[in-house]
């Protein structure tokens, strides 16, 4: 990756936003707190690599790794951002999914991140990647369960996870529980984003250019 130096405005500059939860609220999520492990260490060592390429970078662990703070991140970047300049975008956590609502997704199903007190809906995070201004670079990592999709639909895993490693899917049971406990609240999100983009909501398959996600 190419340094990218924030000390003139004449050149490109670059921020980055790295989420790293080793568990959730169970207030959230019908109980269940999701424990795991070195996802904070996760963002913090993405941070350090972003910082050493002359990134400003925001961290955001467990207990700050909310829904609120995570898309204030998103769109303080997007506001400062102009084309050239690069954001980088990381998240280490749990995934999973909801139930899709306005129905663009083929699987009937829209992926998330599980933050600390609710679910980011993959509308929302393709959303608000879609606020950046055009020729701004985005790279998006996110090591989690659906991570594939979480940005944009992509090809089947393949392989098997090892019995020694945790998984970092959200059981679907607690997914519908945390869902039905909480269905109008992450309806309308759906619902808010398909209002935001003209009555329909766009699939990520493909994404836009000038975004890049990783499983």
Same mark, same amino acid.
């Given at each position: ?93 749990? $995934? =999973?999914? &909801?139930? *899709?609502? %306005? +129905?663009?997704? /083929?699987?009937?199903? @829209? ?86 983009? $003209? =009555?329909? &909501?766009? *699939?990520? %398959? +493909?994404?836009? /250019?000038?975004?890049? @996600?990783?499983?």
């Amino acid at each position: 990756m190419a340094k990218i130096s924030s000390s003139s405005s004449s050149t490109a500059k670059g921020m980055s936003l790295h989420i790293g939860l080793n568990a959730v609220s169970p207030a959230a999520y019908g109980g269940w707190s999701g424990d795991l492990a070195a996802c904070e260490f996760d963002a913090k060592d993405m941070a350090a690599i972003a910082t050493s390429r002359g990134m400003k970078s925001t961290v955001l662990l467990t207990k700050k790794g909310t829904r609120a703070q995570t898309l204030a991140a998103m769109r303080k970047a997007a506001k400062a951002l102009k084309k050239g300049d690069f954001f980088f975008l990381t998240y280490s956590g749990h $995934g =999973g999914q &909801v139930p *899709d609502v %306005t +129905g663009e997704e /083929a699987d009937k199903q @829209d992926e998330t991140w599980c933050l600390f007190d609710g679910q980011l809906i993959d509308d929302e995070l393709y959303f608000e990647l879609s606020r950046f201004a055009a020729g701004v670079r985005i790279l998006v990592l996110s090591d989690s369960c659906h991570s594939g999709t979480v940005v944009r639909a992509g090809p089947p895993a393949i392989g098997i996870v090892a019995p020694e490693l945790r998984s970092k899917m959200m059981p679907p049971s607690v997914g519908m529980r945390t869902y039905e406990a909480h269905k109008a609240f992450y309806d309308k999100l759906q619902m808010d984003v398909a209002k935001a983009e $003209g =009555g329909t &909501v766009v *699939d990520g %398959t +493909g994404g836009p /250019a000038r975004v890049a @996600d990783v499983a």
